[in-house]
């Protein structure tokens, strides 16, 4: 049973009491909010925590979101909340014991080249810093217009182009100097 099984069993334990739509719409969600949450935490493991506390949260909470409103901000909103609060207890999930780059040159031969580079590619992203990480996860990954992932962020647009460029700029500085 995979991570997304369990997750999919969680929410139908959880949401017993909920409305049918409610439900549904979360399930919609959780591809996104993963992938979303591996991109923030960095790992598999850590997005996958970081997507379970979010729903956990979210079907708690469940009366606080405003039917009409837009469910996806709603919990991008709680897991960005999660993140910081994990971040400030200093809650470290995983541990590194050897390098990252140790492994970059086992086995990368033939068809495994296109998950080098995305494995390349994650390592980038995870050196940017948290705001301009966010932003490209945001746009580029998930596909948000600007204002929609300004409002999910919560800060002004001009902000928000401001990071996504730093970013996007970082991004290809890092990539670049790999290749």
């Known amino acids: ?5 369990r997750q999919h069993r969680f929410i139908h334990a959880k949401a017993r009491n909920l409305t049918q739509g409610f439900e549904q719409q979360v399930l919609a969600l959780l591809p996104r909010l993963r992938r979303f949450a591996i991109g923030l935490a960095g790992s598999a493991a850590d ?4 997507c379970q506390m979010t ?6 909470r469940r009366e606080q979101w405003q039917e009409g409103t837009r469910l996806d901000s709603w919990m991008y ?3 960005r909340n ?15 014991f050897v390098d990252a780059d140790a492994g970059l040159s086992v086995g990368a031969e033939g068809a495994q080249e296109a998950h080098v580079e995305l494995s390349n590619v994650d390592r980038a992203m995870q050196q940017l810093p948290p705001d301009q990480r966010e932003a490209v996860l945001l746009v580029m990954v998930e596909g948000y217009a600007y204002k929609e992932a300004a409002e999910i962020v ?3 647009v001009g902000t928000l182009n401001s990071r996504l460029v730093r970013g996007r700029d970082a991004l290809i500085e890092i990539l670049g100097a790999e290749a």
Not at 47 to 50: A, I, P
Not at 55 to 60: C, F, I, K, S, V
Not at 82 to 96: M, V
Request: aromatic letters at 0%; charged letters at 40%; proline letters at 3%.
């Open 1 to 5: 049973m995979d991570e997304t099984d």
């Open 47 to 50: 997005g996958d925590d970081l």
């Open 55 to 60: 729903l956990e949260r979210a079907l708690t």
């Open 77 to 79: 909103r709680i897991m």
């Open 82 to 96: 999660i993140l910081i609060d994990e971040k400030r207890a200093g809650a470290r999930r995983s541990q590194t």
């Open 154 to 156: 919560g800060c002004p």
